[in-house]
């Protein structure tokens, strides 16, 4: 307990002996979690307005007039057994016209029968992506004289969250590369000052788990203290830009995440990875001075 106390103490005393460059270490650490932690959250930001998008975005399968409503009813087994439909559900004319009318002036309807409208099914699909696909074969479906999908739409909207979570796992990629580099460098810099120390250390008999714990340890906090307070940037960021946007023109289209939803998994992963990449940063820099 005695050895454990001591190197824990030179862990924490060699921050603040190398104050500046544990201060780049801990900056470098939050700026690369800051950008990191941003595009991730835009990322399940779009992922959930796909999932939302889903839920509204619906197929619209119109049966042929020559169908009687009993008829246009049988179809819907048909439907349900379509790759990729999730539910379908059954409009009457009747109720096609209500709709209509709740949308838009009521005057518009007032010499308009029931009987110009079609029957139809609301259909929603599981994967957004094969809406596409999914509109094809429902126009297979013997009965159903067209489907109506926003096919453009949807396909852009995935494209666009694809691109955006490519350049998201690029740029945490690099971030993450970048964050070691600095980090092993900074600590590199603190152990060249102490190479004879360590030499001498290694000639009488210190083991080289006794000599790297502190580095690790300098390592873990520093990663540790760049996670937390980043995690504290990120809040406060996110919470601003969301007040901002609920707030603006664009509350009535986009729907965003509470930081609330994402606060422990993000607090968490910032922790991680600071922490991983402090460890191993230290790790990795008094690799060379240990073989003596």
């Known amino acids: 307990m005695n050895r454990f106390c001591y190197l824990l103490k030179q862990g924490v005393k060699n921050i603040f002996t190398h104050g500046f460059m544990s201060f780049a270490s801990i900056t470098i650490i939050i700026a690369c979690l800051l950008i990191m932690g941003s595009f991730s959250l835009l990322t399940l930001n779009i992922d959930a307005m796909i999932d939302e998008m889903q839920n509204q975005n619906n ?18 087994s048909k439907i349900l057994a379509v790759d990729n439909v999730a539910t379908a559900e059954f409009v009457t004319r009747e109720e096609a016209m209500e709709n209509f009318e709740s949308d838009y002036d009521e005057n518009l309807f ?7 409208f079609r029957h139809r099914f609301v259909i929603t699909l599981d994967d957004l992506s094969l809406m596409k696909e999914t509109q094809a074969a429902l126009r297979n479906v013997k009965g159903v004289a067209s489907v109506t999908a926003h096919v453009d739409y949807a396909e852009k909207f995935i494209s666009f969250r694809n691109i955006v979570s490519i350049v998201s796992l690029i740029l945490i990629v690099i971030l993450i590369i970048v964050s070691l580099f600095i980090m092993t460098n900074t600590i590199k810099l603190a152990t060249f000052g102490r190479r004879e120390e360590i030499a001498i250390m290694k000639m009488v008999g210190a083991t080289n788990a006794f000599i790297r714990l502190p580095f690790v340890i300098e390592g873990l906090v520093l990663g540790a203290v760049g996670g937390g307070i980043t995690y504290l940037l990120q809040w406060g960021l996110y919470s601003v830009l969301t007040d901002k946007i609920m707030s603006g023109m664009a509350s009535g289209i986009i729907d965003v995440l509470p930081f609330s939803a994402v606060a422990l998994p993000v607090l968490i992963v910032f922790l991680a990875v600071g922490i991983l990449v402090g460890v191993f940063g230290g790790l990795n820099a008094i690799r060379n001075y240990l073989k003596v």
């Open 59 to 76: 197929v619209l399968a119109y049966i042929d007039e020559s169908l009687s409503e009993s008829e246009a009813r049988a179809l819907e």
């Open 110 to 116: 007032e010499n308009i029968d029931p009987t110009v």
